[in-house]
Antibody, heavy 123, light 106 residues
Framework: QITLKESGPTLVKPTQTLTLTCTFSGFSLSTSEVGVGWIRQPPGKALEWLAL???????RYSPSLRSRLAITKDTSKNQVVLTMTNMDPEDTATYFC???????????????WGHGILVAVSS | YELTQPPSVSVSPGQTARITCSGDALADHYTYWYQQKPGQAPVLMIFKDTERPSGIPERFSGSSSGTTVTLTISAVQAEDEADYYCQSADSIGSVVFGGGTKVTVL
C-alpha cells in the first residue's frame, strides 16, 4: 500500500525559504523507474506542477519556478525534500507530494497523492 | 502553454456530463484526468487518454480527438460533484495541468 505524507511549516515569512518533506511508504526510491513529484494548489485555484525526482536522481522542474526550487531525496529515510526560495504571499497554497505513475508511460502522471499541507506566506 | 477547460459544467442526476480539455500538444501526448473533492487530494480517474485505474467506476470514460480530449461521466451521481483537472505535458515535456472544471449535480 502506497502512502505519502507532507510535513513542514504552515506559515513562512516573505523572502524566507520553504522546506517541505514528503515521507512515503509502500515503495522505495532506490528501485528503478520510481519517481516522486510535488504539486501545489493556491486556495480556490488550479493545480500547478512544481518538481519531480527519479530513482536515479534525475530532477525535473517547472520552467517558471526552476530558479527557486530544489528537490532532493533521502533513500534511507524514504523521504523527498522540496525547497523553495524567496517565498512570496502568492506562494500561499496547499502543497502535495505524489507518486509518479508507472515508468514507460509519458508524460509523467501521479497515481498516489498525499493529503497536502497548507502553507501560508505572510509577515 | 495552457490546457483549456470549461470552468463549470452542470448536469442532472442520471444524465451525462462531458468535460473537454484543449491544448496544441495534446495530439502528441497522453492526457490524464483527476477528480478532486473539497478539502481532499486529487484522485487519478483516467490515464493514457482512455484507461481507468482499478477501482474507478465504469461510468467514467475518456476519449481523444486531435488537440481535444474529453472526460465523460455517464449516469451522473450526486457523489460525482467535484472539480476535475486534465493533465498532460507541453512541447518540452514539462507537466501541465488544466484550469479545472467544477461539475455541479443539480
Amino acid at each position: 500500500q502506497i502512502t505519502l505524507k507532507e510535513s513542514g511549516p504552515t506559515l513562512v515569512k516573505p523572502t524566507q525559504t520553504l522546506t517541505l518533506t514528503c515521507t512515503f511508504s509502500g515503495f522505495s526510491l532506490s528501485t528503478s523507474e520510481v519517481g516522486v513529484g510535488w504539486i501545489r494548489q493556491p486556495p480556490g485555484k488550479a493545480l500547478e506542477w512544481l518538481a519531480l525526482i527519479y530513482w536515479n536522481n534525475d530532477q525535473r522542474y517547472s520552467p517558471s519556478l526552476r530558479s527557486r526550487l530544489a528537490i532532493t531525496k533521502d533513500t534511507s529515510k524514504n523521504q523527498v525534500v522540496l525547497t523553495m526560495t524567496n517565498m512570496d504571499p502568492e506562494d500561499t497554497a496547499t502543497y502535495f507530494c505524489a507518486h509518479r505513475g508507472p515508468w514507460g508511460i509519458v508524460p509523467p502522471f501521479f497515481d498516489y497523492w498525499g493529503h497536502g499541507i497548507l502553507v501560508a506566506v505572510s509577515s | 502553454y495552457e490546457l483549456t477547460q470549461p470552468p463549470s459544467v452542470s448536469v442532472s442526476p442520471g444524465q451525462t456530463a462531458r468535460i473537454t480539455c484543449s491544448g496544441d500538444a495534446l495530439a502528441d501526448h497522453y492526457t490524464y484526468w483527476y477528480q478532486q473533492k473539497p478539502g481532499q487530494a486529487p484522485v487519478l480517474m483516467i490515464f493514457k487518454d482512455t484507461e481507468r485505474p482499478s477501482g474507478i467506476p465504469e461510468r467514467f470514460s475518456g476519449s481523444s480527438s486531435g488537440t481535444t480530449v474529453t472526460l465523460t461521466i455517464s449516469a451522473v451521481q450526486a457523489e460525482d460533484e467535484a472539480d476535475y483537472y486534465c493533465q498532460s505535458a507541453d512541447s518540452i515535456g514539462s507537466v501541465v495541468f488544466g484550469g479545472g472544471t467544477k461539475v455541479t449535480v443539480l
